[in-house]
Nanobody
Framework: QVQLVDSGGGLVQAGGSLRLSCAAS??????SAWFRQAPGKEREFVAT????????YYPDSVKGRFTISRDNTKNTVYLQMNSLKPEDTAVYVC?????????????????WGQGTQVTVSS
């Protein structure tokens, strides 16, 4: 089992930055990702990476603004978010999977964090 704890959310003005953290405990895991969900909307893929961090993938909506990274010595996954926009407002959730590559599909993940709220004001 892997337990994930998300943190780092908050209220920020448009154009600002936040760094989310996802602290993992338990067994090691493979690919990881961040998803987000705004009120009344479906869960949306935000970023993914493989175990080593050598391969990352982002949707066009966040490409160039968000960066996913991982510190395996701390067993923590990060999401650096820059140039935030009001449409980035959502609950952000970290996900991890048993050994395997990164993925943009929710069904590929075995473990989920509890989520952290990000609110971007205009």
């Amino acid at each position: 089992q892997v337990q994930l704890v998300d943190s780092g959310g908050g209220l920020v003005q448009a154009g600002g930055s936040l760094r989310l953290s996802c602290a993992a405990s338990g067994r090691t895991f493979g690919g990881s990702a961040w998803f987000r969900q705004a009120p009344g909307k479906e869960r949306e893929f935000v970023a993914t990476m493989n175990w080593s961090g050598s391969i990352t993938y982002y949707p066009d909506s966040v490409k160039g603004r968000f960066t996913i990274s991982r510190d395996n010595t701390k067993n923590t996954v990060y999401l650096q978010m820059n140039s935030l926009k009001p449409e980035d407002t959502a609950v952000y959730v970290c996900a991890a999977r048993r050994p395997g590559s990164g993925s943009d599909r929710t069904g590929d993940y075995d473990y989920w964090g509890q989520g952290t709220q990000v609110t971007v004001s205009s």
